[in-house]
């Protein structure tokens, strides 16, 4: 992995790939010292999202310990604790961390006893995600930063419009009374003396029509005509719905043995009658 510093250098020299540049001096920059890596601590995270720097080659404790030695010197220059560069770091160590151990696992060509270690396996790919994700948001906040430095000098005008533009400008004149104005909002909120239009009801659904009654009308039409034809009972039948409960209607009489069934062949018309108790 000495390489790694030689591509480290031609990453650093590509735009695109180079961390933003941050309000920070070149002296407050954390920058690591490594056997395998020299440079700024955001190159080496770079590296190690892109898979060009095994991370299980990366001696994390050397790391922490230059970071605390980093802190140490930016309180002693600046006189206080930089917090939230700690806090960050510390997030980006954790991963790393958690990282390392994962690689660090049986590959899993044999039989892997502990699950645990299966699941920490199948959280490389989340953990490089986590990485990306801090460089990510870094980013944008560094752009941020820029854009509220450079918005930082502009101010809103607070002076009226020049007079040139107030002259375009036509004079207002009313020339209508509070009494016009009165009868205007009297005339435009008074009822309409016209019939309003009826409401059209045919994209309603129909009322739901009762099986109890309509066998209340069957029964009245078979015992006033004894024998009847299906189609005799439902001849007055005003829609489909009115059919369909009829004929349910009929099946409940007929469950109930109220009425009996004749057809004198097949397909033949179903006529109905009702039977008395003597039959």
Known sequence: MESSGESGGDLASTPNDAPAPGPRTASSVFAVQLTNFSGPFDLLLTLISRRELDVTEIALAEVTDEFIAHIRHLQAVEGQWKLDEASEFLVV????LDLKAAKLLPAGTGVVEDEGDVALLEARDL????????RAFKEMARELFHRLEEEAGRHPRDAPPEPEVLALLPELRWQSTAAEFAALAARVLAPRGE????VETGHL???QV???EQSAVLA???QLNGTMTFGQLTLDSTSAAVLVARFLALLDLFRDGSVSFDQAAPLAELRVSWRTDDA
């Open 195 to 198: 019939k309003p239009a009826a």
């Open 205 to 207: 659904v129909s009322a």
């Open 93 to 96: 160590a954790a991963t790393l």
């Open 210 to 212: 009762s099986i109890g």
């Open 220 to 222: 009245d039409l078979l």
């Open 127 to 134: 953990l490089f995600a986590r990485l990306l994700q801090y």
